[in-house]
């Protein structure tokens, strides 16, 4: 594998879920966190789910990282069944996972240094260019203890996208930043979709964030978990996070939203 | 500057007190050894000609029996911390050598280690194995009890991360469970470098051996001969050797943690 191939953007990924449903047992009894879930996400796709929390809109995530096992039902990435995590689909937390031992240069180069064919040289050029890519060069041998959030977001999200994946699952990324910091990461991460060109699935509460960043934002209810409707999001890109069409729109779903809510108040 | 002088004013006067009771309290100097006594087992007397006569410094029985015992302090504890570090990871990894090794471990680390004297003299003899088995004992529960707790507080996220990006097997446990409980790893090195500078003091008062005199086999001798500033005198080198490694074998790994990972280390 030459630098150029490992910097090419690789086709996105397509994603089938075909009903997928997960029971986690507890000893307090067991729990439908999804029920018959059925989802095709195309090529490149920017997907949001939404969802009151314990609607299993993370599980859906990790079903598809592999992290999760035991669920009935079809999922398959690119025609193959998901047996494995594998740096095809890499995974951004809402903590940052970050490992203190190494510092940011450090960190981006883990995924990196699995990737055998890559000569030493090759994999500094990769993991600059991402940090580059997040807005954090000059920040190489900081410590991560040293970071503020927001920069520590952004050190995960170049460490998920250092290993060029096809896919990159996105667990509530942004949740615990301020809304300051957050509104620029919407606008990078918009950049990197663009320049990138990768099948993204984004988890969140937040819907103005769901629609902001979303071609479409999948809305799910909880107990059992399920898909409660699709919404295709047809707005201009780069959006705006304080946009009025947008605005709008996101009143609209969290509407929705609020249905569901409804009777368990 | 100002503190490390009224510290430095303390101990001299603590000394001051001691020689003053040691001279004038009429307690015999076997019950209470002068601290000029233990200065001058340590560097000798005087002698008519203006040189010193004696002085286990000088005639090379300190350097000699310091050599002997760091000898075996740094094979007992490499033994413990090699057997240890691994046995830990393996009873973190498999819950049946958890609840086996895991449970012998929690037991005998309770056990101080010169109770193993008696067996340790018959199966071995009075030798060099018998010593390293003594320390070995003192070291590798405590090692093997912090590695075990340090890779089970691993928040599961960097495991989860880690596989994410394609790291399994071998290469998870050396480059992602090992490094990320080094806090807990060193913390349990040093307390099995405690407990292996403990056994190896009590492996040498209660074990004689002819393959070399240790510090503690000094401090033994001192006692049958009825020179407790010898007895003293060591005591006081048991402390600094004990000090210093701390010191110098630890005080790097904790600045690197502090560095790193911004922990604060006790």
Redesign the interface.
């Given at each position: 594998m030459s630098l150029a191939s490992e910097l090419a953007v690789p086709p996105p990924s397509k994603i089938r879920l075909a009903g997928v449903s997960k029971k986690f047992t507890t000893n307090r009894g067991t729990v439908q966190a999804l029920e018959d879930i059925n989802l095709e996400i195309g090529e490149g796709e920017f997907v949001c789910f939404v969802g009151p929390s314990g609607c299993g809109k993370s599980t859906l995530l990790r079903i598809v990282?592999a992290?999760e096992r035991n669920f009935t039902g079809t999922a398959e990435v690119n025609g193959k069944m998901i047996t494995?995590?594998?740096?095809d689909?890499?995974?951004m937390?809402q903590?940052h996972?970050l490992?203190?031992?190494?510092?940011v240069l450090g960190n981006v180069l883990?995924?990196l240094k699995?990737k055998p064919d890559l000569s030493k040289k090759d994999r500094l050029e990769v993991a600059r260019y991402y940090l580059q890519l997040v807005g954090l060069d000059g920040f190489e041998r900081a410590?991560?203890?040293?970071l503020s959030g927001g920069m520590k977001q952004r050190v995960a999200l170049a460490?998920a996208l250092a290993?060029n994946p096809r896919l990159l699952?996105m667990d509530e990324p942004f949740a615990a930043l301020d809304a300051m910091t957050r509104e620029q990461l919407y606008g990078d991460l918009q950049k990197i979709h663009a320049a990138r060109k990768k099948t993204i699935l984004f988890v969140t509460h937040n819907v103005r964030e769901a629609v902001c960043l979303g071609d479409r934002v999948i809305l799910f209810s909880p107990r059992p978990g399920r898909i409660r409707k699709k919404f295709r999001i047809e707005l201009p890109r780069p959006r705006e996070f304080n946009d009025v069409a947008m605005a709008s729109l996101a009143a609209e779903i969290t509407g929705e939203l609020k249905t569901i809510l409804a009777p368990a108040q | 500057m100002k503190q490390f002088l009224a510290a430095l004013a303390f101990f001299a006067v603590l000394l001051g007190a001691w020689e003053f009771a040691a001279r004038h309290s009429g307690a015999s100097s076997l019950l209470l050894p002068s601290p000029t006594a233990v200065w001058r087992y340590f560097f000798g007397s005087p002698s008519p000609d203006g040189g010193t006569v004696g002085g286990a410094v000088w005639d090379g029985t300190l350097g000699g029996a310091t050599l002997v015992t760091m000898k075996r302090l740094f094979l007992g504890y490499g033994v413990g911390i090699g057997i240890g570090i691994p046995l830990g990871m393996l009873t973190a990894r498999f819950k049946f050598l958890h609840n086996t090794v895991g449970t012998i471990a929690l037991g005998l680390q309770t056990l101080p280690s010169v109770c193993w004297v008696p067996l340790a003299l018959l199966w071995f003899g009075q030798t060099e194995t018998a010593m390293l088995f003594i320390v070995v004992m003192g070291t590798v529960w405590a090692v093997i009890l912090a590695t075990d707790h340090g890779i089970r507080q691993i928040p599961p996220i960097y495991r989860e991360a880690a596989s994410t990006m394609g790291s399994k097997g071998l290469h998870l446990w050396l480059k992602v469970l090992a490094p990320a409980s080094l806090p807990h790893i060193v913390s349990g090195a040093k307390q099995g470098w405690a407990f292996a500078w403990r056994s190896l003091m009590a492996a040498e008062i209660y074990i004689t051996i002819l393959s070399g005199m240790g510090i503690g086999h000094l401090l033994h001798y001192g006692r049958e001969l009825h020179a407790m500033d010898q007895v003293v005198g060591l005591m006081f080198v048991i402390i600094v050797i004990g000090f210093l490694a701390d010191k110098i074998l630890f005080s790097p790994w904790e600045r690197f943690l502090h560095r790193r990972w911004g922990l604060t280390n006790s």
């Amino acid at each position: 594998m030459s630098l150029a191939s490992e910097l090419a953007v690789p086709p996105p990924s397509k994603i089938r879920l075909a009903g997928v449903s997960k029971k986690f047992t507890t000893n307090r009894g067991t729990v439908q966190a999804l029920e018959d879930i059925n989802l095709e996400i195309g090529e490149g796709e920017f997907v949001c789910f939404v969802g009151p929390s314990g609607c299993g809109k993370s599980t859906l995530l990790r079903i598809v990282a592999a992290l999760e096992r035991n669920f009935t039902g079809t999922a398959e990435v690119n025609g193959k069944m998901i047996t494995e995590p594998g740096r095809d689909r890499t995974v951004m937390f809402q903590e940052h996972a970050l490992f203190p031992w190494l510092d940011v240069l450090g960190n981006v180069l883990f995924g990196l240094k699995l990737k055998p064919d890559l000569s030493k040289k090759d994999r500094l050029e990769v993991a600059r260019y991402y940090l580059q890519l997040v807005g954090l060069d000059g920040f190489e041998r900081a410590n991560i203890h040293e970071l503020s959030g927001g920069m520590k977001q952004r050190v995960a999200l170049a460490r998920a996208l250092a290993p060029n994946p096809r896919l990159l699952l996105m667990d509530e990324p942004f949740a615990a930043l301020d809304a300051m910091t957050r509104e620029q990461l919407y606008g990078d991460l918009q950049k990197i979709h663009a320049a990138r060109k990768k099948t993204i699935l984004f988890v969140t509460h937040n819907v103005r964030e769901a629609v902001c960043l979303g071609d479409r934002v999948i809305l799910f209810s909880p107990r059992p978990g399920r898909i409660r409707k699709k919404f295709r999001i047809e707005l201009p890109r780069p959006r705006e996070f304080n946009d009025v069409a947008m605005a709008s729109l996101a009143a609209e779903i969290t509407g929705e939203l609020k249905t569901i809510l409804a009777p368990a108040q | 500057m100002k503190q490390f002088l009224a510290a430095l004013a303390f101990f001299a006067v603590l000394l001051g007190a001691w020689e003053f009771a040691a001279r004038h309290s009429g307690a015999s100097s076997l019950l209470l050894p002068s601290p000029t006594a233990v200065w001058r087992y340590f560097f000798g007397s005087p002698s008519p000609d203006g040189g010193t006569v004696g002085g286990a410094v000088w005639d090379g029985t300190l350097g000699g029996a310091t050599l002997v015992t760091m000898k075996r302090l740094f094979l007992g504890y490499g033994v413990g911390i090699g057997i240890g570090i691994p046995l830990g990871m393996l009873t973190a990894r498999f819950k049946f050598l958890h609840n086996t090794v895991g449970t012998i471990a929690l037991g005998l680390q309770t056990l101080p280690s010169v109770c193993w004297v008696p067996l340790a003299l018959l199966w071995f003899g009075q030798t060099e194995t018998a010593m390293l088995f003594i320390v070995v004992m003192g070291t590798v529960w405590a090692v093997i009890l912090a590695t075990d707790h340090g890779i089970r507080q691993i928040p599961p996220i960097y495991r989860e991360a880690a596989s994410t990006m394609g790291s399994k097997g071998l290469h998870l446990w050396l480059k992602v469970l090992a490094p990320a409980s080094l806090p807990h790893i060193v913390s349990g090195a040093k307390q099995g470098w405690a407990f292996a500078w403990r056994s190896l003091m009590a492996a040498e008062i209660y074990i004689t051996i002819l393959s070399g005199m240790g510090i503690g086999h000094l401090l033994h001798y001192g006692r049958e001969l009825h020179a407790m500033d010898q007895v003293v005198g060591l005591m006081f080198v048991i402390i600094v050797i004990g000090f210093l490694a701390d010191k110098i074998l630890f005080s790097p790994w904790e600045r690197f943690l502090h560095r790193r990972w911004g922990l604060t280390n006790s």
